[in-house]
Every structure is written in C-alpha cells, then in structure tokens.
C-alpha cells in the first residue's frame, strides 16, 4: 500500500486553531486519515478581561467597616486586613462595663460582613505595621501563624489603599497612665473594666480592711469629661445604686466616683445646655466633678493632679478609667514622617480624602483629618478662573458662574467618609469618562467627583438614671426619659445586623426586668 503524508501547519484560519495537520492518504484502498493536533494557537485566543484593581483596607472599625458593606465588590479585588475580625458597636462600650448591654451584643465577625457580600472579599487578621507607598505594598504582621521564618511577618500590594485604623488613647505621656489606668476603646477593655469593678466590692468587703482602706478600694475614677467618661460613669453610678447595694449592702455607702476634666465644664463639645445639665445630674447623683484639673501622675493607689495654677493636690483611689481623648498610632506617626506631615496630628487628607502627596492612598476615620483649602489661599487663582474675557474686573455674571464651584470646593467640616468613598469606588470609571465634580481651579476640566460633605445627624449623651441628652439637628434639644428611648432606638437601628439588634434589645429588656448582670465571667 501506497500512501503519502502532508503536513500543513495553521491550516485554518477560522474558528478554533490547529497549530499542526497530518494529512494521510491511501492510494491503493481509496482512504483517507487525518490527524490534527488540537492545541490553540494563542494568537486566535479571545483576549481575557483586565484583573481587577487591587484594594486594600487597613481596619474593621466604623469607617472601615462601612465602606467594606458599601463598596461593589465585583469591581475590585478587596482585601481587608485588621488585627480585630469583628466590628464593634463603640458607642455601647460603657453599657458593657456595667452589664446591662453583653459584649456578645455589639460585636459583629467580619466574615459574616464578607458573607453577605457574596464571599468576594478576603480578610487577613493582621496588623499592618508599616506603609510603603513608593512601592505600594504595606507590611503586615500575625499572631496566629507563622512564616518559613517565624516571624509572622507578610507582604500585601495594592493599587488603592484605604487606610482605617482609627486612633488609639491618647496619654499626654503622663506618667504611671498605662501601668495604672483602665482604657475604654475595645471590647476587651470594657470587660476588664467590669470585672475590676466587681473585684472592688469582693475586696471592700473582706474582713481585714479598716474603713479607709475599704472607701479607697471603692473610690472610681474617671480621667476625661468627654462622651465617653461622662457615659461611664453614669452608667457605672446606676449599675452600683440599683444592683451591686443589694449584693454589697454593707459597703454601698462608702462607693465614690469622681470625674476629673482638664476643661471648666464636661462635654464642652455638646450645646452648653446638655453640659450644664449634667452637670446638675450628676450633682444631684452624688458624683464629684473636678473640672480645671490636670492629672500629671498615677501611682497603683494615687492620682496626682494640678489645677491652673499649678498648685498639686492628691486623691486616693481604688479604680480609674483614662478617657482623656486619642492619639495617632505608631503606623500612622510613621506614615506621617515619611509623607513629609511628621508635625500633625493625624493624617491630612484632601476634600477627596485622598491622602496628600501619596497615589491611590486614602485615609478615613479617627486615623485623618480633612485639611480644607481656604478661600483666602487660592484667591488669585479663583479670580484667574473667574475672568473668563482676561478683563482683569469680574462681572456680576463671572462671579455667578464661579460661585458654585467655589463653594463646593471649600466645604466646612468632614464626616461619614466610608460611605462617601465606597460610593466614589463604585462610579470611579463611570466619573471618569463623565466627570460630577467641580471645575478644577489650577488645572482643566472637572473634578471626578463633588468633594465631601458632612451632614450632621446629632448626637446623644447618655447621663444615667433613663435619661439622656440629645442635640439634633434644627438646634433642637431633649433632655429626658423621653431620649432615653430614643437614643435606644437610634442606636438599635445603627446595628450592622438583626442579629445583634435583636441581642442588643434582648439585653435591654432583661436589664430593666432583671437588672444587670453583675457576674464578672
């Protein structure tokens, strides 16, 4: 049998591919064989779609976490890496001090977050301990695991990176502070919190103690005049006068709680009607308020403090919670060093929240602050821009134009900055090609997007003995039973899921039929 072979390489031009053909043919029997080898010629291949952009977001704090559960997720791979995987309801940390609110109740896993959002976003529990913006890569550490090395140590890069840290307790570098005090930022904090104040009364009542060391051991004090010391320690006086006197009705009357602020009233960043009607309460409650102190020492059992005119005095105490106000933590001290803002307190964003002199970086939350443009700094520039005839004079008609891009541009105050940058992320190809801000003033054409704005919503001051103050909007003020319950509503409602809602109203209601829950497990 005769037979002749052919080889024909890319055959075909059309539809899928052969990069080889072996033709065969049988002369004497009239057959014919084909081989071809299927493999793709990789210049016919469909083209596959762009990866997507790399975010990363340091924190599972509020601003963190809020922009995670907004950002569309199909359009960028995020990634989320904070030492905490859960995000906590802060503004209930005082409630879990005392037992009437569990910490179960306001603490949400960051996976079920994830979850939700269709598992697309991954999450490494780690600290991120520094920031390399030159190479966009941040360097991160875990306890959980180990590397090849045994330091834990990893690196992630980004394209965006958006940082979440939040801040931490600010000590003024007082001395004897973090060896001494208690902190209130955490949900561990808050629980230590509780079982110190539970020991207090086991130590009050053991039979040992003279009389003076018993009201020592029973003397609380609370260092800052802020939301947060003010909540605690009406919190802290219900949670004593209406439990723990049942249980320790011997030693109930020798309890004291103080509250020392370096300022001349509590709450002076409330309406100063809400300040001076806590202060009355807690008058009225029997707690001590030091105002124009600062303190300058703590000992295990002594707070050392000076008034304005730098005259000392001493007070004897058995607890104390530091609430004096928050600082930046080392990775954004070190960050701000780098980036040339090593003098500042937080890191200064633009009205973008972008972070100043640093590509595709962000920072949002307790962790920045919005620097504003002023007016003033841009006035030549403003009236380049207004000129449209190069007249060297504004008409009435130029300056009508400019004007609402100049008021856009220098918005007054910053807030809610996760929303506000997850809804960026989501139109950012959609604003580029059309553009919503306004009109650039140094350069051409239009802003991405209209910078951010703050909207206030109001805020509660919870005073103790089901009342509460509330400033919201329209300068309206309450104060009373009746914002007691709706502060509990508001803050119901501003969980992140049913599930702790349902927790949190559970607490509430086993706490007004049962009281609190005075065990410290």
Known sequence: MRS???????AFRRGPAFSKLVLIFAASGGGLVAYADARTDPATEPSQAAPKKKVVVLGTGWAGTTFVRNVDSSLYDVQVISPRNYFAFTPLLPSVTCGTVEPRSIVE????????????????????????PDNKKVHCRTNIGTNLEGNGEFLVD????????????NTFNTSGVVQHCHFLKEVEDAQRIRKSVIDSFERAIL????????????????????PTGVEFAAELHDFISEDLAKLYPTVCNLVKISVIEHGGHILTMFDKRIGKFAEEKFRRDGIELRTGYRVVKVSDNIITMEDKLHVESSVSYGMAVWSAGVGARPIILDFMKQIGQGNRRALATDEWLRVRECDGVYAIGDCATMSQRKVMEDILEIFKFADKDNSGTLTVKEINDA????????????????????S?????????KKPEGPL????????????????????FAPLGGEQTAAQLPGDWISIGHSSQWLWYSVYASKQVSWRTRALVISDWTRRFIHGRDSSCI
């Open 4 to 10: 002749a072979t052919f080889f024909l390489d890319g």
């Open 109 to 132: 896993p960051i996976r079920k977050i994830i979850r939700k959002k269709g598992g697309e976003i991954k999450f490494w529990e780690a600290e991120c301990f520094k920031i390399d």
């Open 158 to 169: 980004y394209d965006y990176l958006v940082i979440a840290v939040g801040a931490r307790v």
């Open 207 to 226: 039979p040992d103690l003279d009389e003076e060391e018993r009201k020592r051991t029973l003397h609380f004090v609370i260092v800052g005049g802020g």
């Open 403 to 422: 004007l609402e891009d100049i008021c856009i541009r220098y918005p007054q105050v910053a807030a809610q900055q996760g929303n506000y940058l997850a």
């Open 424 to 432: 960026c992320f989501n139109r950012m190809k959609h604003c580029e």
């Open 440 to 459: 650039r003033i140094r350069e051409l054409g239009r802003h991405r997007f209209r910078p951010f704005r703050y909207k206030h919503l109001g805020q």
